[in-house]
């Protein structure tokens, strides 16, 4: 049925805190510009006063959503818990918090993507199909409820690792992203400050219930891949001969005939740049259990077991010990 247009409505799905997320990752992107806009006519001895003041607007407006954001998440019910983990901001949780929210989504009534502990009514709810708003009706299901295990948060993030090849998602031409490139922006940037902070995050433990943090889990990349650390190489470079070589032309090594290396790593290898990513990876993957925990034992939602403690024999990781405060 078509909606008529004197009968208008906002959109039921996208609560304060969704759009308020929207909001501010919509901005940064021209804020983003026009900072480098600036830095590009510096160079030349330029100026633009008319960037300046669009720049100056644009952190405006992102502080005025940031400042909404912050407001809204200590409301959240992951919030108990965030607030006492040290690193752990009103800016970056909420944009985690945000695009696992914005993951929420109406189903028709019978839809077997339905989880089975949704038990809401159908309720009426407006969506454009078609360059035309239609009245619909369906059952909401939020977006933690449709991530109902651990391995199905951090593949919507794409954070998590093929089993087979032992890859992280990537953006590959001609295919769907399968994932969420927004979602795996803000949670680095989550693990890139909870490193900054120090504190438990960083440090790790092996007590039970404890993370190993940061240090720990880069410990752990190590003993299991084995091999020497070397330096990123920002050009093409041989690992063996530790030269970088500059001619276009050539893919091996004028010295020993080797194939030449651009930030591939070769079998023995390890470059600390992927090292690092490796890590906050594995790190944010224990960091979106907490919060998954959490989140879903506030809501009294079913807890499953992760994989890494189902299938790896991992121990298991508790919440309210990853805390500093």
Not at 77 to 100: D, F, H, L, M, Q
Not at 145 to 166: A, C, M, Q, Y
Not at 238 to 243: F, P, S, V
């Amino acid at each position: 049925m078509e909606l008529q247009p004197e009968r208008p409505r906002i959109y039921a799905e996208k609560g304060e805190l969704v759009y308020w997320y929207d909001a501010a990752m919509s901005i940064e992107r021209p804020r983003i510009a026009a900072t480098l806009r600036l830095k590009h006519l510096k160079r030349t001895r330029r100026t633009s006063p008319d960037t300046e003041q669009f720049l100056e607007l644009c952190r405006q407006t992102e502080a005025f959503a940031d400042d909404k954001l912050g407001s809204l998440i200590v409301n959240h019910p992951t919030w108990p818990w965030a607030s006492r983990v040290k690193g752990v901001g009103k800016e970056n949780y909420p944009k985690c918090v945000g695009i696992v929210e914005k993951f929420g989504h109406y189903y028709d009534v019978g839809d077997l993507m339905i989880p089975p502990y949704v038990k809401r009514e159908p309720e009426t709810y407006f969506k454009e199909e078609k360059g035309k708003v239609v009245e619909k009706v369906g059952i909401w299901v939020e977006g933690i409820e449709r991530l109902s295990t651990p391995s199905k948060l951090r593949k919507f993030l794409g954070i998590n690792v093929d089993p087979e090849t032992g890859e992280v998602p990537k953006l590959k031409a001609g295919h769907k992203l399968g994932f969420s490139a927004e979602g795996r922006m803000v949670h680095f940037r989550m693990g890139v400050s909870l490193i900054r902070a120090g504190g438990i995050w960083y440090d790790g433990s092996t007590a039970d219930g404890y993370s190993l943090g940061y240090q720990g889990l880069r410990k752990r990349i190590v003993d299991r891949k084995g091999g020497k650390e070397l330096p990123t190489p920002k050009e093409r470079s041989c690992l063996y001969c530790n030269i970088v070589v500059t001619e276009k032309k050539t893919l091996y090594c004028p010295q020993c005939g080797e194939k030449l290396s651009l930030k591939v790593e070769p079998p023995g290898i390890l470059f600390s740049g992927h090292l690092h990513l490796k890590t906050i990876r594995e790190m944010m993957q224990d960091f979106t259990l907490c919060y998954w925990l959490v989140w879903r034992q506030a809501l009294g939602l079913p807890i499953t077991e992760p994989y890494s403690v189902a299938k790896l024999n991992h121990k298991p990781i508790d919440p309210w010990k990853m805390v500093d405060r």
